[in-house]
């Protein structure tokens, strides 16, 4: 054989396994069948400016092993993101925090915010939420529910609020400080110089070919490498055989404005119906750019079909369930390692993706994960 793994997917999780595999010794060849590496991650520069072609992306973790490692890359900016919501016309901070709760309600103190908050819950009556729609009004209650959660839920998901399971909200945080991180981690960044530079550090060196699908050259492929690392989706890795997992897809429009400054922040959600977009994303902010011009990206929440990028997967019991049966599958191919969130079928943000590849490659290695 002329290499040692196949990694299929040139994205975060593909680019750490072939990096860290080489650093030991093995011969890794890296496709991907879009143009770039990178996969999600990739920016491109326009006008001096990194924008994020697959959406924004920014980097939280607790974890130091992993802010570390990342960091060994690139090195990585103080960038917090501090996401602001258009209602109507009106601005509101994110998450949910003390400036919220003043511009909703005028309430100056914790003891004020909190007293109206359980008023509005225990107005909703829901003692045992089933739904994010319920979930959210025991958590939050109805003013802030309608005014920023369900619209743009029902927008994002092309689904009812009451057909979605509550996890996706859990990660919106409530606070009773005047603090509008969107994150509660400990470390938090945009790297220098954009996403991909972190992609290209890790396979300097490693043999990559893009535009290539590996179903459009299976054969080839495997005779070329004794294991696969596979982080496309799962289901096409078994032809569909039980049936097609969801996803929801994206649109994204990009923009170039003569303006140094168009909306202020690196991202506004548009949380009413109306409007057809989710957020518009203004990527100097996220590198406190000061370029003449700016670029922003609007982003069109649409349904998946095989044509489209698989931008999220839909978690309900339905799919999950899906799931399980290509996941009992996957485990009998054992030249084959499945990860990613492809491959998972999760929605895994960038510091999940790197814990489990570094994981995987320590058990791939028999040695101790040292990045727990
Ligand atoms: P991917 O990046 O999807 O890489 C998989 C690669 O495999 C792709 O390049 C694909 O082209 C390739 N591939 C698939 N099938 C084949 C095939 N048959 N042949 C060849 N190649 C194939 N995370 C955060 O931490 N913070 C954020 O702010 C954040 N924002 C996000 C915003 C959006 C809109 C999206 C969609 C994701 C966001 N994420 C964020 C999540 C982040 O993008 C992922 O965690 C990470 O990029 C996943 O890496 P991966 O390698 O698993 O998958
Ligand atoms: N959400 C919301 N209002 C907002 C932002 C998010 O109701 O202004 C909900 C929505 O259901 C979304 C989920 O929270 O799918 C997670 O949003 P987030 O922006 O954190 O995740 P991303 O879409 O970037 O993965």
């Not at 994020?52 to 990342?70: C, E, L, M, P, Q």
Request: net charge neutral.
């Amino acid at each position: 054989m002329k290499y040692d793994f196949l990694i299929v997917g040139a994205g975060l999780y593909g680019s750490i396994f072939a990096h860290e595999a080489t650093k030991r010794g093995k011969k890794c060849l890296v496709i991907d069948k879009r143009n770039h590496i990178a996969g999600n991650i990739y920016c491109e520069k326009m006008e001096g400016i990194n924008v994020h072609r697959y959406g924004a992306h920014i980097f939280h973790t607790s974890n130091k092993k992993i802010w570390d490692y990342v960091n060994s890359f690139v090195e990585f900016n103080r960038y917090t993101n501090c996401p602001v919501a258009n209602y109507k016309g009106e601005l509101f901070n994110l998450p949910f925090n003390m400036n919220t709760f003043y511009q909703l309600w005028k309430v100056k103190t914790p003891e004020e915010a909190k007293a109206k908050i359980a008023e509005q819950i225990l107005a909703s009556g829901i003692r045992n939420p089933q739904n994010l729609e319920e979930q959210a009004l025991s958590l939050v209650g109805g003013d802030i529910y309608y005014k920023l959660i369900k619209e743009y839920t029902e927008k994002q998901w092309g689904r009812k609020a009451k057909d979605l399971p509550a996890f996706i909200i859990k990660r919106l945080p409530i606070r009773y400080t005047f603090d509008n991180n969107y994150f509660n981690d400990t470390y938090q960044g945009i790297p220098i110089g954009g996403y991909t530079e972190i992609t290209n550090k890790m396979l300097e060196g490693i043999d990559v070919e893009l535009n290539v699908d590996f179903f459009q050259e299976r054969e080839r492929l495997t005779g070329l490498a004794d294991k696969i690392v596979y982080t496309g989706m799962i289901d096409e890795y078994f032809g569909y055989k039980f049936g097609t997992l969801e996803y929801r897809s994206l649109k994204f429009e990009h923009e170039v404005h003569d303006t140094q400054n168009y909306q202020g922040n690196a991202v506004v959600n548009y949380t009413d119906a109306e409007t057809p977009y989710t957020r518009i994303i203004e990527h100097k902010h996220f590198e406190f750019g000061t370029q003449e011009k700016t670029i922003i990206t609007k982003e069109y929440p649409q349904e998946w079909t095989k044509k489209d990028e698989p931008y999220y997967p839909v978690n309900d019991d339905m799919n999950d369930a899906l799931f399980k049966k290509y996941k009992a599958l996957s485990k009998a191919e054992s030249n084959v390692i499945f990860g990613g969130r492809l491959a998972d079928y999760k929605y895994y943000d960038m510091h999940h993706v790197v814990g489990l590849a570094l994981k995987r490659v320590a058990e791939e290695f028999k040695e101790v994960n040292v990045f727990e």
